[in-house]
């Protein structure tokens, strides 16, 4: 019988940060997104695993599901948080560095989750902590826990990633969640079809950063590209990282996903969103079997239970 060689486990994630999709292989986001299976069932029951552990939430930009689904995670594993989620609170305010602040809460907790508006902040965290650093979304860089979710869901609701030709939709340039899914499907057998405007395209040291392992294609046309996909990830139009007001007027309407539109697609297709959403998804499709977006949702629970159970080492 041939021998399976088992290169990576639990052990393996024990201690390190959670930064960047571009620190992981297959095998790796694989064994995540194993150990989030196991947190459906844990999730329910609820756990003792963190007990004494405390999980610092640092949240210096606004956030309703990843802060909320990092400490209810916590609290599914028996542990406890605390939590900043107004930088006007924190020392910040007064000048404090993202060095400083990293420096003294890690005295306080075992396990840090943050949000910060800076592109370079997780990686400028990560290099001073001395406890496990989960990025919760680096300005537009990078938001790599999102993926998990995103992938576990896709899972879900499509069996596995090989084999689909996925479209992300909308403000590819600044959105942090495609940054990191895009960098986590070079991993898997996929077709990726990238649908923005000229203004909106996704990074090319993103596409770069993808090592030419999937077939990329870049165009404007959702309508047109529609009919090929199997998966439709749509994004909001970032109002919060245009300089110019009117730079976004010209582009935040550029793509509304509606029930009329869906109806071209495949029948099956699978619709996502990494939420909060404006417009670009009409609420004609919430009612739709292909809606997914807010069962995406739960399955943020599943994977940051899954990523800071394995950095804590008690999975
Ligand atoms: N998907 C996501 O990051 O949502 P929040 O901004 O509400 O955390």
Not at 14 to 19: D, E, P, S, V
Not at 112 to 135: E, Q, S, T
Not at 155 to 163: E, P
Request: aromatic share 6%; glycine share 6%.
């Amino acid at each position: 019988m041939r021998q399976v060689q088992l290169l990576v486990n639990a052990s393996h994630f024990k201690g390190k940060h959670f930064i960047s999709m571009r620190d992981y292989n297959r095998e790796e986001l694989d064994f995540i997104l194993d150990t989030a299976d196991q947190m459906v069932e844990l999730e329910k029951q609820g756990s003792d695993l963190c007990k004494s552990k405390v999980l610092a939430s640092m949240f210096f930009e606004p956030s309703t599901r990843t802060r909320l689904s990092f400490e209810t995670a916590m609290f599914r594993l028996g542990g406890n948080v605390t939590t900043v989620a107004d930088p006007k609170t924190s020392s910040a305010a007064k000048g404090e560095t993202l060095e400083d602040t990293i420096k003294t809460i890690q005295n306080y907790a075992d396990i840090i989750a943050m949000r910060h508006p800076d592109n370079d902040a997780a990686l400028r965290a990560a290099k001073v902590a001395m406890v496990p650093y989960i990025n919760g979304g680096s300005g537009s860089w990078e938001h790599p826990t999102q993926t998990m979710l995103d992938l576990h869901c896709i899972r879900y609701a499509k069996g596995g990633m090989d084999g689909l030709t996925i479209g992300m939709v909308g403000d590819l340039k600044h959105g942090r969640t495609v940054h990191s899914l895009l960098l986590a499907l070079r991993h898997y057998d996929v077709k990726v079809k990238l649908i923005a405007p000229e203004q909106l395209k996704m990074k090319p040291d993103v596409i770069e950063g993808t090592e030419g392992k999937i077939e990329i294609e870049e165009v404007t046309d959702l309508k047109k590209t529609l009919p090929e996909l199997d998966l439709i990830y749509m994004t909001r139009v970032q109002k919060e990282r245009f300089p110019d007001p009117a730079d976004y007027d010209k582009v935040k309407n550029s793509y509304i996903l509606d029930k009329a539109l869906l109806s071209k697609g495949k029948r099956d297709v699978v619709v996502m969103h990494p939420l909060p959403r404006v417009n670009e998804i009409a609420t004609d499709i919430d009612p739709l079997p292909n809606a997914w977006y807010f069962r995406q949702v739960k399955h943020g629970i599943y994977a940051r239970m899954a990523i800071m159970g394995l950095a804590l080492g008690v999975l």
